[in-house]
Nanobody, 127 residues
């Protein structure tokens, strides 16, 4: 089970840190799970934001957030974080975390590849 939190209202240029806490499973640096962050703005399709692979602690980002967002994982708390800096109004969306243990690299950015999803957390960036 995944629990996303940390959303809120922030002014443009501000920062937020989202958390995705996993229960029922412990992640280690050898875990094959990939954790994904996606977002969906009103009237738009769900978009890939970032992915974190526990094994190797590899990170992947959508072009739109590179250099501004950082994804990381903490095995002690079984939590994946999405640090969002220099936020823009176009980052406004409901953010979701997802997980799957069987993904290959070409699947990281596809939401339909993930079996486990958390509830969304709203991020609103005012101009």
């Amino acid at each position: 089970q995944l629990q996303a939190s940390g959303g809120g209202l922030v002014e443009a240029g501000g920062s937020l840190r989202l958390s995705c806490a996993a229960s029922g499973r412990s992640f280690s640096t050898g875990s094959t799970f990939t954790m994904g962050w996606f977002r969906q703005a009103p009237g738009k399709e769900r978009d890939f934001v970032a992915a974190f692979r526990w094994r190797g602690r590899n990170t992947y980002y959508a072009d739109s957030v590179k250099g501004r967002f950082t994804v990381s994982g903490d095995t002690a708390t079984n939590t994946v974080y999405l640090q969002m800096n220099s936020l823009k109004p176009e980052d406004t969306a409901v953010y979701y975390c997802a997980a799957d243990s069987r993904l290959i690299r070409s699947e990281y950015e596809r939401g339909e590849s993930y079996d486990y999803w958390g509830q969304g957390t709203q991020v609103t960036v005012s101009s």
